[in-house]
């Protein structure tokens, strides 16, 4: 999973496995997070989010669950394709300082699925 | 279509040179965002704006400029200030409250 201070983690999985990953934030003041997929050489792309008044979403093949307790969001893929090899970035917002633009990544996971 | 266009898709610059990369969208956005990646890396804030004729410094801004004189345009100015140009640039744009939306970035190499 995904450590803030880390050089860039890894993940391997079989083919139809599910996947979990994972991303730890520090600030107490973030009420909006976000998950995001990038391939190599583009750009990232939105995956799923969700806000700090809940605990749990859910979309296509993938949940996010936040625990708000320990600071803690993970991202689930269930049955892992080949397609979702790529890099897989959490974000976050604020509310600090009275505006909730500024959009602060973590490092990312490399997920790899093996066929 | 609606999107966010950056651009060039590649960019050589030479030592000492000024270069300004282009982003502009049409989703009607307000906020707008220049993030820096390097290889293996996440994404680090340069600098992003809420609003027309307003920017906020990001993270590592130092070496860079902006501007934003229109909601669909927020170009970034890579000076001979940053030391390590060699990156991959992406820029955003989200509503208040929604996820980012990105280009497909500008990979920039000094020469």
């Known amino acids: 999973g995904e450590s803030v201070g880390l050089h860039l983690p890894t993940l391997s999985v079989q083919e139809g496995d599910n996947s979990i990953i994972n991303c730890a934030y520090s600030n107490s003041a973030s009420d909006y997070f976000i998950w995001y997929k990038q391939e190599s050489g583009k750009g990232p792309q939105f995956i799923i989010d969700?806000?700090?008044?809940?605990d749990k979403r859910q979309g296509q093949r993938v949940t996010v669950l936040l625990n708000k307790t320990v600071k803690h969001l993970s991202l689930q893929i269930a049955a892992t394709q080949p397609g979702d090899s790529a890099v897989y970035f959490c974000?976050?917002?604020?509310?600090?300082?009275?505006?909730?633009?500024?959009?602060?990544f973590g490092k990312g996971t490399l997920l790899t699925v093996n066929p | 279509d609606g999107g966010i266009t950056q651009s060039p898709k590649y960019l050589f610059r030479k030592e000492g040179q000024n270069v300004t990369l282009s982003c502009e969208q049409n989703l009607n956005h307000d906020a707008m965002y220049w993030y820096r990646q390097d290889p293996g890396q996440g994404l680090r804030l340069i600098y992003y704006s809420q609003i027309v004729n307003d920017f906020q410094k990001g993270d590592i801004a130092e070496g860079y400029s902006v501007s934003r004189e229109k909601k669909e345009s927020f170009p970034l100015t890579v000076t001979s200030a940053q030391k390590n140009p060699t990156a991959f640039y992406l820029c955003?744009?989200?509503?208040?409250?929604?996820?980012?939306?990105f280009g497909q970035g500008t990979r920039l190499t000094v020469v």
């Open positions: 969700i806000r700090s008044n809940m």
């Open positions: 974000a976050e917002t604020s509310n600090s300082g009275g505006s909730n633009y500024k959009l602060t």
């Open positions: 955003a744009s989200r509503h208040r409250r929604s996820g980012a939306f």
